[in-house]
């Protein structure tokens, strides 16, 4: 899993995930702008891009990142974030707010999944808020299924994706230029699809916001869901 993490931690600024970005951002903002909060955990924190623009926003006290990505966790750390490389399950503190960005939650199956909302329950605060996003399943069928293809000159890139049983299943290849050469990796990296229903039912938190968006079509490819504890 961590190989996955690493190759598409290497990709991610080829994938226009920095474009849309700024409008998902805003609706994890826009609610704790209603509250009162000194500690926030990001989970799957990437490259830091959003404990980043939190902080300018809030300045909370405690600000911590956590990625399975070493190459991830570098970069955040580049741009002055603190992160680290851990397991949440290994985590000792309690943080008042949680978030998982950018469908981190769908790159877990079932059984990450029941012991990675336990971990949060475990972590989060009393009247704590955690905060994510889930690709719908328009996302899935309508949005992330088909072949992508780009090239920066450095790298080219392919991902063939499709959509079945619930898991949508991406086969990425990348191409890095090393003087005259070429070095070729390849991983196949999965996501879930999970119900609103299902993720209530593995947790004691209460869901008190579940919200339909839309940022590359005009469907409603995720769903933003606030939880509290």
Excluded: W
Excluded at 12 to 33: C, R
Excluded at 45 to 73: H, Q, T, W, Y
Excluded at 98 to 111: G, H, Q
Excluded at 166 to 191: A, P
Aim: with cysteine.
């Amino acid at each position: 899993m961590h190989n996955n993490l690493d190759l598409y931690a290497k990709v991610e600024d080829l994938l226009g995930v920095e474009e849309v970005a700024p409008s998902l951002y805003k609706y994890y903002s826009d609610y704790l702008k209603t509250i009162e909060f000194n500690s926030i955990l990001d989970i799957g924190c990437g490259s830091g891009e959003f404990l980043l623009a939190i902080e300018r926003e809030f300045n909370p006290k405690n600000i911590l990142g956590v990625d399975l990505s070493n190459i991830m966790i570098q970069k955040a750390k580049d741009k002055g974030v603190n992160a680290k490389a851990i397991n949440i399950s290994n985590l000792d503190e309690k943080f008042e707010v949680i978030t998982a960005v950018f469908d981190m939650l769908n790159y877990l199956n079932r059984p990450s999944l029941i012991e990675f909302l336990q971990s949060v329950e475990n972590i989060l605060s009393d009247d704590g808020i955690f905060m994510l996003d889930i690709n719908s399943l328009d996302g899935f069928e309508s949005v992330a299924v088909g072949s992508y293809i780009v090239d920066d000159d450095k790298r080219f890139l392919t991902i063939d994706s499709y959509f079945t049983d619930e898991i949508y299943y991406s086969d990425f290849t990348l191409f890095t230029k090393e003087n005259t050469l070429y070095k070729k990796e390849q991983e196949v990296i999965n996501q879930y699809f999970y119900t609103i229903k299902e993720i209530e039912s593995h947790t004691s938190l209460k869901l008190i916001e579940a919200k339909n968006i839309s940022l590359y079509q005009e469907v409603d490819d995720k769903i933003f869901l606030i939880f509290k504890k």
